[in-house]
């Protein structure tokens, strides 16, 4: 039996699933990495030769300019917007995907409508969010109020200082860029404490405490299962983490050690209930707590709240990417072949933009690979209770994290060729288990008979 | 009640997503752990009752569908049948077994909303979808018997509205052979999904002698494994010549009359309603679908009662007639109600979440508790 509505007959996704799937891939992929696409072809005149080199072919003489400085300045202003504004449209394109993924899992339509495929629908939230009425309450801490959301924007924005996106293409490669990201992004909660004492709601203050007592739990198995890579590569540094590890899977470091296999789904599990997601969305319950902490806002300031929250997975998924699962590393291609490729010129060679263009889309794979395995798991699993959250993360993740951290003291020392069998070994049984897997879920789509009822949109 | 420092006062409601409706749940916590919760109902209170002393026998049909939105079948099936004992009418047979099998869809479509808004209270959100895309092709099933989606008003007194229309016999078939494949996918999608088994077992048991002493009834009374169905041991219209199962709560995943037990009770009802569904329209005898009734009945004066196992359990319609057009006195007995009594006593020392999920787990409908 089908059930047909108005919709299906006009319905582009209806009638071209297969385009409607592509493009939804495209976007994904396409947007946010356009943006450090224009910030890699702007990498050479990070540097001040390469500004005067310019100048020099259009005729000026820059190098004796009192405005050298301005220049430079200006290159790195846009620089830091688009790193900045790389957030704002993660997180909104971020939306427009789960709620496709989500339309699909639920067998309903999702945002179709505006746009291709209703990609612009994101904007639209955007600007009607901007139109709403920017309510306080009246009994609110009004300063803390408005202060809050801004807390979770810092938290948010400064670990993309640190983060890399490809070979050549991170903002700040800080020696000790691991401790700074755990650092900066634990600056989220205080927004959402702030948030939930100043609404002055008691819903808000449930949830502000959960949330504190959430995140500071969870922020302890996440730094030490954090340290597993960190001793495997032996640099704190994100870049240097990722140097340290290769392009095939059996040269990550999840693969590489058993530890560091274990201390990648704790560090997973940490970092989604850090970062308030299902199955450890308590903070903000909605069938317990109506909206949790930010129950009492509205319009742009909730926006921020939101956003955050869906950059965040950006975050979550880049760090594991990083420390576990190869970061850019291209398959077969070394960084000294990156290296040797970009010339002695003051501006490198196109060969070298293709690899570093390459560099960021194997990032970009994998870390949207994993923000697809988090909007996945969000529509899937029931939430958690309180107790259950805690006894998690003090029972279970932060003795394993630690037993993690004592093998990998002692793996440090096996040669090289026992990391490169375990490698083999545990690569090969993720592939089978990912085999099983989808012969499973065949079986049992087999196993539902009889009239299905579609109202899927793709 | 007055809080002591550390205890606070918070109002689960009226207005809140996992009420069910508009209810009060005036709530003691000592941080997450709850001291006590109070049902406050009344929000939704209509004068239902009331209205059937004014509106006439017939007239007052639509209005039970009102009193149970979700299962609007079954309410009109009671009060249709509580007039006919007034009038000492027998019903044809076909209705009988039109009103069973109609009666035993909405039923399923009641239940796919009772464990889909309790996988949603539980904090899962694809289930609930799902459970809705099941019901809504009962809905069209429905729609095409009466032509009506929620509010059925499909009962009459002495008989049935409409006959079956052309071709529904197969749709039901295709939609029985779906639904009972399909209930292993919920299985794997929510049933025992751990964090969900995990949530609802050992929360909240409701032991058999505390369950009969707060005349809990339905699917919440067989959750805590007590053997009683309106349709088996009284047997009214035509469930007597039906062969099918009770469920009850076993216990499987914690303690007798637990969260889950009530949740899978539910889960097992549908296949059960399924299979009466196949075995009466095997049987479905032909003939008329209504019996002989005055446009305006006037019963002699007298008093009747009809029970009858609506999704909710046992909803009784007691109808006092006076002899003229109008019944003297409608009242109606119904789960929910009963429901609401011991949430008082059981919510002691439970976390929020899990009174959520005992609220949940009575598939209580609002306007069912204040009618």
């Known amino acids: ?458 | 009640m007055s809080p002591s420092d550390e205890e606070i006062v918070i109002n689960f409601g009226p207005q809140h997503p996992s009420t069910h409706g508009v209810i009060d749940f005036v709530t003691q916590t000592n941080g997450e752990i709850i001291r006590r919760s109070i049902p406050d109902i009344g929000y939704l209170h209509r004068g239902l009752e009331k209205i059937g002393e004014t509106v006439g026998y017939p007239g007052y049909m639509p209005f039970t569908d009102r009193i149970d939105y979700l299962a609007a079948m079954l309410a009109n099936e009671g009060y249709a049948m509580a007039v006919e004992r007034l009038l000492k009418l027998e019903v044809p047979p076909r209705a009988k077994y039109l009103r069973a099998i109609a009666g035993e869809l909405c039923r399923i479509s009641n239940h796919w909303v009772a464990v889909g808004s309790m996988a949603a209270d539980i904090g899962a959100s694809t289930p609930l979808t799902h459970a809705l895309r099941e019901r809504e092709a009962i809905n069209d099933l429905l729609e095409e018997l009466c032509g009506a989606r929620l509010t059925f008003n499909y009962a009459r007194i002495g008989g049935v509205s409409f006959d079956v229309p052309e071709g529904w016999r197969e749709k039901i078939v295709r939609y029985l052979d779906h639904l009972e494949s399909y209930v292993q996918e919920w299985d794997r999608l929510i049933s025992l999904n751990q964090i969900y088994v995990k949530r609802l077992a050992n929360v909240a048991v409701i032991s058999r002698d505390k369950a009969i002493a707060y005349g809990l009834c339905g699917p919440n009374l067989r959750g805590s494994g007590i053997s009683w169905d309106t349709r088996r041991d009284l047997g009214y219209g035509a469930y007597p010549e039906f062969k099918f199962g009770v469920p009850i709560g076993q216990g499987k995943m914690g303690a007798v009359g637990d969260c889950w037990d009530r949740y899978a009770v539910r889960v097992l009802e549908m296949l059960e309603s399924s299979k009466i569904i196949r075995q009466a329209l095997d049987k479905l005898p032909e003939g008329e679908i209504m019996a002989k009734v005055a446009r305006k009945p006037k019963p002699e004066p007298g008093e009747a009662m009809a029970r009858v196992e609506s999704a909710r359990g046992e909803m009784c319609y007691y109808v006092v007639a006076d002899g003229s057009e109008n019944a003297y006195r409608v009242r109606v007995r119904t789960g929910s109600f009963m429901a609401m009594g011991i949430i008082e006593e059981m919510s002691q020392g439970l976390m929020i979440a899990d009174l959520i999920a005992l609220i949940a787990s009575f598939d209580v409908v609002a306007p069912e508790i204040d009618r």
Not at chain 1, 107 to 118: D, H, L
Not at chain 1, 243 to 260: H, K, T
Request: charged share 15%.
């Open chain 1, 1 to 458: 039996m089908r059930i047909t509505t108005a919709l299906d007959s006009t319905s582009l996704t209806r009638r071209y699933p297969k385009t409607a799937l592509a493009t939804t891939l495209f976007f994904m992929l396409a947007l946010p990495f356009l943006l450090y696409l224009v910030l890699l072809l702007m990498l050479p005149f990070n540097r001040p030769e390469a500004l005067d080199a310019v100048a020099q072919r259009l005729g000026w003489d820059l190098g004796h300019s009192p405005y050298r400085e301005t220049w430079y300045g200006v290159i790195l202003l846009v620089e830091g917007t688009i790193v900045s504004l790389y957030t704002a449209v993660f997180a909104g394109v971020t939306t427009w995907v789960e709620r496709r993924i989500a339309g699909r899992m639920q067998s309903r339509i999702g945002p179709n409508r505006p746009g291709v495929f209703g990609f612009i629908s994101w904007v639209a939230d955007a600007f009607k969010m901007l139109f709403k009425e920017d309510l306080i309450p009246a009994e609110a801490d009004r300063l803390l109020f408005r202060a809050a959301p801004y807390f979770s924007m810092v938290g948010l924005t400064l670990p993309f200082v640190v983060l890399p996106f490809g070979e050549s293409v991170v903002v700040a490669d800080l020696n000790v860029g691991v401790f700074y990201l755990t650092a900066t992004s634990a600056f989220v909660v205080v927004g959402i404490l702030v948030s939930g004492w100043a609404s002055n709601s008691k819903w808000a203050l449930f949830g502000a405490v959960r949330g504190a007592a959430q995140v500071v739990s969870y922020e302890i198995p996440a730094g030490i299962a954090i340290m597993v890579p960190v001793m495997m590569a032996g640099t704190l540094s994100m870049q240097g983490i990722i140097r340290a590890q290769g392009g095939w899977p059996w040269q990550w470091f999840a693969c590489q050690n058993p530890a560091a296999f274990v201390a990648f789904f704790i560090a997973v599990t940490a970092s989604l209930a850090e970062g308030n997601r299902t199955p450890f969305d308590l903070p903000e319950a909605e069938s317990e707590l109506v909206a949790g902490y930010h129950a009492e806002y509205s319009g742009f300031r909730i926006a921020l709240f939101l956003m955050v929250e869906w950059a965040n997975m950006w975050i979550m998924g880049a760090l594991a990417v990083t420390l576990f699962l190869g970061g850019w590393q291209i398959p077969g291609v070394s960084v000294e072949m990156i290296n040797q490729a970009r010339g002695t010129d003051v501006f490198p060679t196109l060969i070298w933009f293709g690899w570093q263009s390459v560099s960021m889309l194997v990032f970009a794979v994998k870390t949207w690979g994993l923000v697809v395995l988090f909007i996945w798991l969000r529509w899937t699993l029931p939430r958690v209770r309180v107790d259950q959250m805690m006894s998690l993360c003090w029972k279970y993740l932060v003795p394993g994290a630690f037993a993690c951290f004592i093998f990998t003291l002692f793996w440090v020392m096996v040669p090289a060729p026992v990391h490169l069998v375990s490698g083999v070994v545990l690569s090969l049984g993720v592939a089978l288990l990912l085999v099983k897997f989808a012969l499973r879920t065949r079986k049992n789509i087999a196993q539902v008979k009889g009239a299905r009822v579609d109202l899927s949109n793709w």
